[in-house]
């Protein structure tokens, strides 16, 4: 995207007070390792993406994601005793 000329993206910075919190609002590879992104002396930066040392570029297909939200109640009757 830098390639592209985009210098700025929006990010949501959110603190978290426990590990179960973390489970929560993390991606899967942050609860995959999260000592690494918690606990680790330096943890990985936005601008360890820009070295080249440090990245690999691979082509992939472009797509589009869509994400539909349902809302659903189920209603069940059991016997009242």
Do not use: W
Request: proline letters at 10%.
């Amino acid at each position: 995207m830098r390639d592209l000329g985009i210098t700025h993206a929006p990010c949501i910075i959110q603190h978290v007070y426990s590990r179960e919190e973390l489970n929560v609002v993390a991606s899967t590879a942050v609860n995959a390792q999260p000592d690494l992104f918690v606990r680790h002396p330096r943890p990985p930066m936005l601008k360890d993406y820009f070295d080249p040392k440090l990245r690999k570029i691979i082509p992939v297909i472009r797509r589009l994601r869509q994400v539909t939200v349902k809302f659903q109640v189920d209603e069940a009757f059991v016997p009242a005793f």
